[in-house]
């Protein structure tokens, strides 16, 4: 009875497995004699070795099957398992052997499931042990020593009747001294999938092979022309050698048929590894990195692996949808993040992979949607959404797995991927024992789905996003073997979200309330999306005055919609440190343009100059600014003639310039004064400068102080001045007199007489002596030191050049 039901569903056994049994009954009839003689202590014995079957020794070997092949069988083949027996009991283990045993088929995707589940429970069923001869024997097998086994088996061995999965078992059996007799120790089950015939339908298999990674481009770049992009740290560079994570899903993909999923910013990061970049340090300073040659292969592969086939680009960053859903759309701007994160896709992926990327299909994290998710995800264009069957229910009393293609409205298509099949290679695969069950599960998986309906379907599957190496080896070995297989074919991504949707399908979109707790918990707090905006804000307000903003919104853009991304998820303190990473670096350059302080300024008079400098240690030029200098105290002290005056200011980059401002005082005293700098659009940029401003009024005193030192100075001068001229005037007639002499005298000259009576002689050709005046008489005769007057005109031309001019 129990082997009946250990093959359920079976064809009927062969001839020689009836001889084998047969032969089998008759070998027991000598062991069933001599039990019978036994004295009466033996069935207490017995029965406390039954009892003792669920003790320490039981299960106290450890079975691993690290390698199956073929995984998929045909009836010509032999089935070889290989792997390791491992005694983790405190006794020997003497007169063991391990052998294969094929046990019930399994009809259904859970009983699969069950049995991943339960591999190693020795309790369970798991049918007659095959043929002795293909058993592996071991004298002794010593505690915590592992020994190697390799079984080989015909197909034909094994009994295995119509299509579909069977669960093959490897067992040790054996004996301890406290537990004289057989008995098994161990089993490790797995999965075999047989169908050695071609289905007439087959069905179609979309497989996701997914090239994103996380962040790893800052905002920073260098101040030079190329912009010399900063990583936060080397990671990427290993992922994208020789032997990385990265490397290695390029290397098996390009094998696969395959709809390649990629993240643009990790060809953008990689790009521009191929050029000069720096890498920072744990204490901030930056490295030249040396990884363009690896960063240039990775490339060149990867262009060559996309090659004629699909590529599906996420948005820039892989934003991280349901965060955004849940927590980000009641932030102002939030969503339009969403948008420029799409808009830049095709710029980004065409001229690298030199391929046009499909950009209508969103990817919310594993797949789990809700209505606000949907929302989000098709309002950036996005019309086809991948979901996931643990999200996107089955309602309905299908018996069948439906197509991935459900309409849900509005235009949009949710693609649901198989969870089943989609979740298998999670988990540690470095374990050769690890990956070869989760191959076998994902072929028996596969099969069964198949092997459900005769109807024609369309199956996607949807892995994690960042596959380690190890698990990217396992989903091509499984992937290959499927589509070496029988019953499936591959198909791009877009063909099976244009397939024929099964009418009893589900399409109605999960409640928000059916959103999983534990994707929740990972999600980005509003605290984020309020933390990106106000960066947004201010750099908006720095884009307009730079004379070249693309050096600006590229970058720090680009870094905006990495902090949106799916790869922060249980690394919020990370992607906190991120974030204030790039608005400290924005603040930073909006810092480099800012007016210098002042001192107190001193104002004598009623008018004046205020000069007010404007610093640019940028090294692009700035403009579209505006200063405005305001007086706090307009009755006391005008700008401009107003309360305040507003000058246009640009200045080039690393440059300072001084803005000078008029200003009229009206009464005595101190007045506050704020200097500010405005955007065109009359936003306040930078902090502003206040000092004051002492005004001092000038008193009539001190005008009659001043201007009695400047009629002195007047006085002085004309003083000078006359008697200047009364030198020249007695040189020139001294002059005049010598030339009357020489004229009488020949070459003996005399002075003239100038004591005689009498009018003097008019000498030839000289000036007119002037006469004495009226009443002076003959008897006041003119004496020789009396000064001649001075009847020339004073020369009203300009001074001679370094004459020094008396005014």
């Known amino acids: 009875m129990a082997e009946a039901a250990d093959f359920q569903g079976m064809s009927p056994s062969p001839a020689r497995r009836w001889l084998r049994r047969t032969g089998t009954l008759f070998a027991g009839v000598p062991l069933l004699a001599g039990l019978l003689q036994i004295p009466a202590m033996a069935p207490a014995t017995a029965a406390a070795g039954s009892t003792a079957r669920s003790a320490t020794d039981v299960g106290s070997v450890s079975v691993s099957v690290n390698a199956l092949t073929p995984s998929v069988p045909g009836e010509d083949d032999t089935v070889t398992v290989s792997g390791t027996v491992t005694n983790k009991g405190k006794q020997a283990v003497t007169d063991a052997h391990v052998g294969l045993r094929v046990g019930p088929l399994l009809n259904t995707r859970s009983g699969i499931d069950s049995v991943a589940r339960n591999s190693d429970d020795v309790q369970g069923a798991i049918g007659p042990e095959s043929d002795d001869k293909y058993a592996q024997r071991y004298a002794e097998l010593t505690p915590g020593v592992s020994q190697r086994f390799s079984l080989s088996v015909p197909v034909d061995e094994l009994d295995l009747g119509e299509d579909g999965v069977y669960q093959v078992a490897v067992v040790l059996s054996g004996q301890t001294a406290a537990r004289p007799w057989e008995q098994t120790l161990g089993v490790r089950r797995t999965l075999l999938p047989w169908q050695p015939d071609e289905d007439d339908t087959r069905m179609s298999t979309t497989f996701l092979w997914p090239l994103i990674s996380t962040v790893h481009t800052m905002a920073e770049t260098g101040s030079n022309e190329q912009q010399t992009p900063v990583l936060r740290d080397d990671v990427l560079a290993k992922e994208i050698s020789p032997g990385g994570r990265l490397d290695r899903m390029v290397a098996l993909g390009k094998n696969l048929d395959v709809t390649w999923v990629i993240d643009p910013d990790l060809l953008a990061s990689v790009d521009a590894m191929t050029e000069s970049y720096e890498v920072q340090g744990e204490d901030d300073t930056t490295t030249p990195g040396g990884h363009q040659d690896t960063a240039k292969r990775w490339l060149a592969d990867v262009q060559s692996a996309v090659k004629g086939r699909e590529v599906v680009a996420l948005p820039f960053g892989d934003p991280d949808l349901a965060s955004l859903a849940h927590n980000g759309t009641s932030v102002t701007g939030s969503l339009s993040h969403l948008k420029e994160a799409t808009d830049v896709v095709v710029n980004t992926v065409e001229p690298i992979l030199h391929v046009k990327p499909t950009t209508d299909f969103a990817w919310p994290v594993n797949g789990a949607v809700d209505p606000p998710i949907v929302k989000v995800a098709t309002s950036a264009g996005a019309d086809k959404v991948i979901a996931r069957s643990d999200s996107f229910r089955e309602t309905g009393d299908l018996s069948y797995t439906p197509s991935a293609a459900r309409p849900i409205g509005g235009g949009t298509t949710a693609v649901v991927a198989d969870s089943r099949l989609s979740t298998v290679f999670q988990g540690d695969m470095t374990e050769a024992s690890t990956a070869t069950l989760a191959v076998q599960r994902f072929l028996a998986q596969s099969l069964t789905l198949g092997l459900q309906t005769s109807r024609q379907r369309n199956v996607v599957v949807a892995p994690q996003r960042t596959p380690t190496a190890s698990q990217a080896q396992t989903m091509a070995e499984a992937l290959k073997a499927v589509q070496d297989g029988n019953w499936s074919e591959p198909e791009d991504l877009t063909a099976a979200a244009k397939a024929e949707p099964d009418p009893a399908a589900t399409t109605e979109v ?129 700008i401009g003639g107003d309360a305040y005056e507003e000058q246009p200011v640009a200045v080039s980059g690393g440059h300072s310039q001084s803005v000078k401002f008029t200003t009229s005082a009206n009464a005595n005293g101190r007045a506050t004064v704020i200097a500010q700098l405005y955007t065109q659009d009359g936003e306040k940029y930078g902090e502003p400068v206040t000092f004051d401003v002492k005004v001092t009024e000038i008193t009539a005193t001190v005008m009659l102080v001043i201007g009695g030192g400047v009629l002195l100075l007047v006085l002085a001068g004309f003083r000078m001045y006359t008697q200047r001229k009364r030198a020249a005037a007695r040189e020139a007639q001294e002059i005049r007199e010598q030339n009357h002499a020489e004229d009488e005298g020949g070459d003996d000259p005399q002075i003239p007489d100038t004591t005689a009576e009498g009018p003097a002689k008019k000498p030839e050709n000289g000036p007119e002596t002037k006469k004495p005046e009226a009443g002076s008489g003959t008897d006041d005769p003119e004496q020789p030191s009396d000064p001649v007057p001075d009847t020339e005109p004073e020369n009203a031309g300009p001074s001679g050049t370094g004459e020094r001019v008396d005014r």
Do not use: C, H
């Open 510 to 638: 999960p409640a928000a309330s059916s959103y999983p707790s534990s994707l929740r918990k990972q999600e980005l707090p509003r605290s984020a999306f309020e933390q990106i905006a106000r960066t947004q804000d201010k750099l908006d307000k720095f884009k307009v005055i730079l004379s070249d903003p693309s050096r600006v919104v590229t970058p720090f853009g680009r870094a905006l919609n990495r902090g949106m991304s799916v790869s922060w998820r249980g690394r919020i303190a990370e992607a906190a440190t991120y974030r204030s990473g790039v608005e400290v670096y924005l603040d930073g350059l909006l810092d480099q343009v800012k007016l210098i302080e002042k001192s107190e300024t001193k104002l004598s008079g009623r008018s004046a100059t205020i000069p007010v400098t404007v610093q640019n240690n940028l090294v692009q030029g700035v403009e579209n600014l505006t200063l405005r200098l305001t007086s706090t105290n307009p009755t006391r002290l005008e």
